[in-house]
């Protein structure tokens, strides 16, 4: 209890069901096995964005960790970083939906001449 007001105090949230992998998700079962508090600060990433690289999130994490600990840490590059991958990240969300709705807009006689053309 104490842990989860301490961790409201920089307007973090402590979310339900999460499923958490890899390194994060080992270090809490083994701090949970040994009943050890333990705090994991994750920042979100969208579920198409997944498989790349998301300064965003580090970039939120960070923020929150400095304060925390009442660092300075010079974090223009990783904002510069974040600003360009938003960018781009709406730039692939962008070319994404014009394929789907092109995909789903085209008459299915046409999809069919246009899959025998690439197989030429």
């Not at 998301?54 to 904002?79: F, H, I, Q, S, Y």
Request: net charge negative.
């Amino acid at each position: 209890q104490e842990v989860r007001e301490d961790l409201e105090k920089y307007g973090l949230l402590q979310r339900g069901n999460l499923q958490i992998a890899g390194l994060n998700g080992l270090l809490l079962g083994v701090t949970k096995e040994r009943d050890i508090e333990g705090v994991c600060l994750l920042g979100e990433v969208p579920a198409y964005a997944t498989r790349i690289q998301n300064p965003m999130a580090a970039l939120a994490v960070l923020k929150v960790l400095a304060t925390m600990l009442d660092l300075k840490v010079d974090m223009d590059e990783l904002t510069q970083l974040a600003v360009e991958t938003k960018e781009r990240m709406k730039q692939v969300a962008a070319e994404a939906m014009g394929e789907y709705i092109e995909y789903f807009t085209t008459p299915i006689w046409e999809q069919g001449e246009e899959e025998e053309e690439e197989e030429e």
